[in-house]
């Protein structure tokens, strides 16, 4: 953190062990009538409440201090001046650029970049569309099913969008192979129709071991009943890499470019989207651009007291670096949403999970918190017990839709009113007053009583925030997208790291390269440490019993 803004943090740090420490949630609704009001910003029609957070007036107006010490507002317009902020690897990050649907020039390095996003957009189209409508078909004729290989960021999106839009598959089915657990890909293939498959090779570098594995694995398989010759049908590529995409077999018709400064994690608005424009087809897939694109707006001129991702992004560092909670929690009360934790981790984790920062010295405060989560109500019935009353305090994120997509009966009122009931029960808790009456009036005996009462205890002040929107459409979810995109941003910012590298997945990659020939038992292990050459000898033995 540069030093202004950590003078700050230290005030903010100080003060929550002196004034606020008697602080709790449910006093500050008392104190202030109007905290609803006064704590939810909208963004187009997205309601973000953040009032059930244990945070004073004071302490937000430390938290946008810290957010102008630390130059956001510098920070930010150079992310979208297209400066080479991700100074690491020297590449500006403009994915905002792939949603901004207005007719300005995009620059990126000196060149006006919008007929590039444009001319692949309209090629991306023209394909899906062929393949929606049955005019572009492969050996046997229309399309039925659509296999996408890639993995982290050329997966975790392309899955998310096309389960959140479910409602709005109308194009053939769209399956996903990402691992190099040869399980994926064989169940995958186990349930689609080689001469009426498309496959789809997603990698931004086309190098990836776990894609080229499962890409190669599926040519063959696809040559085997169909033949060589069909490849040029059913293949297609996305990449930055358009060389080696011919060297595979693709046909350039059918390969689909983005640029270097579409970063993995932030790709599903590049050509990386190409299966959800399949499965929703492309009006939709613009209406997802659009949303993002609104995002982008709001966060460059919203006010900061109406800013989301803003918002979003101090109230976490309050949670993480005053309060000192680890982890964050992302609760989607939509099930539809059922990947959206698992892209979050990424987009966040991969993104913040950092110590060094821009000045090449380990920060001295704690940076990205562990980011989990899974749908209500099912995680009900499973690990909020923690959360209620567990010795950590997790802070989360409640996602509900006002309508459904497809009601039916009362199940989205029953929903609705358990992500109500959640939030309330972790802010206002149940005090022991409050358990012995209850257990009093059931007629339990003393004895009984004194003992059970202390377990039945919440003890509330635990916080969250609530999106509330009216349906999950392809709009609101690229909503929904562009607002945690910015706010790891904003964070990033105020932690002074850099969101847009990821060295931390380099050293596994090349271990794993160094090992393979060892597991093969092409070359002997030698003299690596204990455990992986007795794990190497272990698992020999047990393979060849
Ligand atoms: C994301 C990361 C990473 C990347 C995958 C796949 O930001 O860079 O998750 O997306 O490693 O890379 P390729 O698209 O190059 O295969």
Redesign the pocket.
């Known amino acids: 953190m540069i030093d202004p803004a950590n003078e700050i943090l230290k005030q903010l740090q100080k003060q929550q062990k002196t004034e606020a420490v008697d602080q709790n949630i449910s006093d500050l609704f008392v104190a202030d009538p109007d905290r609803f009001d006064r704590y939810s910003a909208r963004c187009g029609s997205i309601l973000f409440d953040y009032s059930k957070n244990n945070i004073s007036d004071d302490q937000l107006d430390l938290l946008l201090d810290l957010a102008d010490a630390a130059d956001l507002n510098g920070k930010r317009a150079a992310l979208f001046n297209g400066q080479h902020v991700n100074v690491t690897e020297d590449r500006a990050v403009q994915h905002m650029a792939l949603r901004n649907l207005s007719d300005e020039p995009i620059l990126i390095d000196g060149r006006d970049v919008r007929s590039d996003i444009e001319g692949v957009r309209s090629r991306m189209s023209d394909f899906a569309e062929g393949v929606r409508a049955g005019t572009i078909v492969g050996q046997g004729g229309p399309f039925t099913d659509v296999v996408n290989i890639?993995?982290?960021?050329?997966?975790?999106g392309p899955v998310m969008v096309t389960a959140a839009l479910a409602p709005y598959h109308d194009g053939p089915r769209v399956h996903f192979v990402s691992n190099v657990d040869g399980a994926d890909i064989r169940q995958v293939l186990a349930r689609v129709p080689a001469h009426t498959t498309l496959f789809i090779i997603?990698?931004?570098?086309?190098?990836?071991q776990?894609?080229m594995t499962n890409a190669t694995t599926a040519r063959d398989w696809f040559v085997e009943q169909c033949g060589e010759a069909a490849i040029a049908d059913h293949f297609v590529a996305l990449?930055t890499a358009l060389d080696k995409t011919q060297a595979f077999g693709i046909r350039d018709d059918r390969a689909f470019g983005f640029w270097d400064w579409v970063?993995?994690?932030?790709?599903v608005w590049s050509a990386?989207g190409l299966s959800v424009m399949l499965a929703v087809g492309s009006e939709n897939f613009t209406s997802f651009l659009s949303g993002a694109g609104m995002v982008d707006g709001h966060f460059q001129t919203a006010p900061v007291r109406e800013n989301i991702p803003v918002l979003m992004a101090l109230i976490g560092i309050f949670h993480r670096n005053v309060c000192g909670y680890d982890t964050h929690a992302v609760l989607p009360y939509d099930q539809h949403l059922h990947r959206f934790a698992a892209y979050l981790q990424?987009l966040d984790m991969?993104s913040n999970g950092k110590r060094i920062g821009l000045d090449g010295e380990a920060v001295a405060h704690d940076t990205g918190p562990i980011v989990w989560g899974e749908p209500g109500t099912n995680g009900q019935h499973a690990f909020y017990q923690l959360i209620h009353q567990g010795t950590s305090i997790i802070p989360a994120d409640f996602l509900i839709a006002a309508r459904a997509n497809n009601p039916v009966g009362d199940h989205h009122e029953k929903l609705v009113a358990n992500a109500l009931a959640q939030t309330e029960a972790l802010m206002l808790g149940k005090s022991l007053k409050r358990v012995t009456a209850d257990l009093q009036a059931s007629g339990m005996e003393q004895e009984r009583m004194e003992a059970l009462a202390a377990h039945k205890v919440f003890p509330g002040n635990r916080p969250t925030n609530t999106f509330l929107y009216p349906m999950l459409t392809p709009h609101v979810l690229g909503q929904l997208i562009a607002l945690y995109e910015h706010k790891v941003f904003v964070q990033g910012a105020i932690w002074n790291i850099n969101s847009f590298d990821?060295w931390g997945?380099e050293l596994g990659k090349e271990l794993a390269g160094e090992l393979l020939p060892m597991v093969r038992g092409d070359v002997a292990v030698g003299d690596r440490n204990g455990s992986t050459s007795g794990l190497v000898s272990a698992f020999h033995a047990m393979r060849d019993q």
């Open positions: 890639g993995i982290g960021g050329s997966d975790l997603a990698s931004k570098t086309f190098t990836t776990e894609t990449s970063g993995g994690r932030y790709s990386i990424q991969e990821q997945v």
